[in-house]
């Protein structure tokens, strides 16, 4: 297929950020994922880990691909040993109605300060 990925995706700006079209601040790559800081943090710790390639939702990417999720999570814990003692919150909004904003899924990984629940 000819193109960048950007070409063939110009709307999905995860993707542009794993082909270094936009600049992101790299925390970990691999051959699966890829995990930057995210640019308005909610905590100390506020992470995105996405898969190389594109699924819109946690539920299509489990399907499609389990072992890109469980490498997702895998690396959220490695980060989140590394930044906030191990403990994290993992969060996948999917959908517009409940926050998602960028339609190339995502874990958020947030740790470093004390957390309420229920969420807002
Ligand atoms: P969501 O609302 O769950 O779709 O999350 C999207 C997240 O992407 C938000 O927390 C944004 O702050 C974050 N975000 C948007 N653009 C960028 C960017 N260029 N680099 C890093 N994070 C971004």
Redesign the pocket.
């Known amino acids: 297929m000819s193109g960048t990925r950007a070409e063939r995706a110009p709307d999905d700006?995860f993707l542009r950020?794993v082909a270094g079209e936009?600049?992101?601040e790299i925390v970990h790559a691999d051959d699966l994922v890829v995990a930057?800081?995210?640019?308005?943090p909610?905590a100390p710790l506020?992470v995105?880990v996405i898969p190389r390639e594109r699924y819109e939702t946690v539920a299509d990417l489990a399907a499609a691909a389990p072992a890109t999720l469980a490498r997702l999570v895998a690396v959220a814990q490695q980060i989140a040993d590394a930044e906030s003692g191990g403990e994290f919150r993992l969060?996948?909004?999917s959908g517009a109605g409940v926050?998602?904003?960028?339609?190339h899924v995502?874990g958020?990984v947030l740790g470093g300060r004390d957390f309420t629940w229920p969420p807002g």
């Open positions: 700006l950020i936009v600049p992101a930057f800081r995210d640019v308005n909610q506020h995105l969060v996948f909004n926050g998602q904003s960028v339609f995502h958020h």
